[in-house]
């Protein structure tokens, strides 16, 4: 990584939407779905299936601070899920799709933290937000079928959610 390129981890449901959405942004430089925020090493999707791990499908973004801000990146993850919604996204249900930040920086934190707040003062939201914001934890690399999968199936998202106008 360069000194201006970044991580950014985010879990907002089923990842292969989620990286789709994230490789579209100018200034991102890799994507990576794995799994994180869970007790076990080296889980499988199986695994993380399960609802045992704790993990949360994930996406990991390597990002060019220069070419995209942090804050531009926290407006597609609000804006590609329901954050209202515990351990739920559409017909995706367990803690594996939870709606979860994983920071890397104290900055990192506080400009998330900052986000949520905003977005609940905002009233565009009917019910509160449920998204963690935690410290990133270890990022375990998803298998490698599901990398890029709407790229190489063709596919553009797993669904929508309209909540934020």
């Known amino acids: 990584m360069s000194k201006n ?7 907002a449901g089923c990842f292969w939407g989620v990286e789709e959405a994230f490789r579209q942004i100018k200034g991102v430089k890799s994507t990576m779905v794995g799994y994180t925020g869970g007790r076990s090493e080296n889980p499988t999707y199986h695994d993380v299936c399960s609802d ?9 973004v390597e990002y060019d601070q220069a ?10 993850f609000w804006s590609i899920h329901n954050p209202t919604t515990l351990n739920r ?3 995706d249900i ?21 986000s949520k707040e905003s977005i609940e003062k905002s009233g565009r939201l009917k019910n509160k937000i449920v998204t963690e914001i935690v410290s990133a934890s270890s990022f375990y690399k998803a298998e490698e079928y599901h ?3 709407y790229m190489k199936m063709g596919g553009s998202s797993c669904y929508t959610h309209p909540v934020m106008e």
């Open 5 to 11: 390129t970044q991580l950014a981890t985010f879990a």
């Open 52 to 60: 045992k791990t704790g993990h949360a499908e994930a996406i990991q």
């Open 67 to 76: 070419e995209v801000s942090y804050e531009k990146l926290l407006e597609v």
């Open 89 to 91: 996204q559409g017909p």
């Open 94 to 114: 367990g803690s594996q799709y939870r709606s979860m930040i994983a920071y890397h920086t104290a900055e990192q934190e506080q400009i998330a933290r900052n």
């Open 147 to 149: 990398q890029k999968y």
